[in-house]
């Protein structure tokens, strides 16, 4: 896996550490390029938290309630998985005018030209003046996606396609795979034991499963067991092997799969103390009844988060959340490679081809600390950068300038996010803006002080 900060052999978050940054020349905020409100897609995705007990829900009903919406209202038996702030078609974010928010707006102003409607679509407000609010005349949209997750049931084993292999899935199955982008992500725990399978194990561990899950072993049959327990660490060996073993797994009849999952699922039930492994396998078996994922454990790493840490996946990396509250950014795509655990289109082929069958542990990280109030978690692709900005009760603080436009999300607090005379935005949990590039913004905490999350495009990323 590659690092969100510096190399470490550790899986554990390293120490945080204070660095400095090279800061764009900062342009003068007017009307034009203020802070605005926005307002958020959630998707109501099978896997998602249920009514109140989601984040996101409590953020879509807080936005509702801040705009005076009453379209929207928390349903206790619908799954809530996903808050977009972004762009992307799929869940397309709108700009919110509210004029009683921005001193000095002149609702006669042309070149806002904003006058006819309050909301439009966050793509066609940076549209309207790309140098202004991208920072440069020829980028006409955002590279990233910010997200947050609420996870009830483990979502599907998956994995995103790197760019040249989105171009091609766009342009031959274009209703499947609805753009041409690739989608590296990066998961921070918004809640402690957030889980997920990531990566394929090492060789040494599969094969101890092998020995004490029978049923694994019947299920992919003698032959791929004893390569896996004769393997040496020959990383071109060690991913032909992987990569049959995978295959062979995803294309064993549904009936076997039903078969040894009864038995292991019996034999597991007979005992009364289950390892933290065992476990899972018995939630996955109650969650997708006689799925072959269920299995996935065995030979994919098994990932816990505490609050703030992070974990970068990278293009071609399978892995699937398991559960908890997780703040996600992205490359701006929505495409994913599925091949278990949902009642989704599997496209086996696809991810079996694509995997890079790498066998280590994933790091975790805890960022790095900009200064006493944020926290940067920096990821090896140029397509998304994250910050975690505390400020205390009482206290002001100002978030720096980049060359890059950037969505804010309030997790936590309140506070007034205020630029110079010009706008004074007051923002609670749910709350979320859009900043456009190179303006500055102070933050006035309020008394019980405020938790932020800025993304914005990775521009401390060189090649």
């Not at 034999?267 to 396998?281: A, G, P, S, V």
Request: hydrophobic content about 35%; proline content about 5%.
């Amino acid at each position: 896996m590659t690092v969100l900060d510096e190399k470490k052999p550790s899986t554990t978050a390293p120490a945080r550490q204070i660095v400095t940054t090279k800061r764009d020349s900062s342009v003068s905020v007017t009307h034009h390029n203020q802070l605005r409100p926005l307002h958020c897609a959630a998707q109501e995705y099978a896997w998602g938290r249920l009514g109140s007990s989601s984040t996101v829900a409590l953020m879509k009903d807080a936005q509702a309630m801040q705009e005076d919406d009453d379209t929207f209202s928390v349903d206790e038996d619908k799954p809530y998985a996903e808050l977009w702030l972004g762009t992307h078609p799929n869940g397309m974010s709108m700009v919110t005018v509210h004029k009683e928010l921005q001193h000095g707006y002149d609702p006669n102003d042309e070149a806002n030209n904003l006058k006819e409607k309050n909301k439009h679509s966050l793509l066609e407000y940076i549209q309207k003046d790309p140098a202004l609010h991208m920072g440069d005349a020829n980028e006409t949209d955002l590279s990233f996606l910010l997200k947050v997750l609420s996870v009830r049931k483990v979502l599907s084993i998956q994995a995103h396609p790197d760019k040249q292999l989105a171009e091609k899935l766009h342009a031959e199955f274009p209703d499947i795979y609805q753009d041409p982008n690739h989608k590296p992500e990066m998961a921070i725990a918004m809640s402690d034991k957030v889980r997920a399978m990531c990566g394929f194990r090492p060789l040494k561990e599969i094969a101890q499963h092998l020995d004490e899950y029978p049923e694994f072993r019947a299920v992919l049959g003698p032959e791929i067991a004893q390569q896996i327990e004769r393997m040496d660490e020959d990383p071109q060996m060690v991913r032909s092997t992987l990569q049959k073993m995978f295959k062979s797994y995803l294309e064993i009849p549904a009936d076997d799969i039903q078969k040894n999952v009864d038995v292991m699922v019996a034999r597991l039930q007979q005992t009364h103390r289950h390892n933290d492994l065992e476990k899972l396998i018995l939630q996955l078996e109650q969650q997708f009844p006689g799925d072959c994922g269920i299995f996935a454990p065995l030979f994919f790493n098994i990932v816990e988060l505490q609050y703030g840490e992070g974990l970068y996946i990278g293009a071609n990396e399978p892995h699937a959340y398991i559960s908890g509250e997780i703040l996600e950014c992205m490359a701006c795509s929505d495409n994913v490679v599925r091949a278990g655990l949902t009642p989704k289109l599997k496209d086996v082929q696809t991810l079996v081809n694509m995997l890079t069958y790498k066998t280590c542990m994933p790091e975790i990280h805890s960022g790095i600390t900009v200064d006493e109030c944020t926290t940067r978690y920096q990821p090896p692709v140029r397509d998304f950068c994250v910050e975690v900005i505390y400020v205390e009760g009482g206290t002001e603080y100002e978030i720096s300038d980049v060359a890059s436009p950037s969505v804010i999300l309030t997790t936590e607090g309140e506070a007034s996010l205020k630029q110079d005379d010009i706008c004074s935005l007051d923002v609670s949990f749910g709350s979320a803006a859009f900043c456009s590039a190179n303006t500055k913004c102070k933050v006035v905490a309020g008394p019980y002080g405020v938790r932020l999350t800025r993304a914005f495009t990775n521009v401390f990323h060189t090649d």
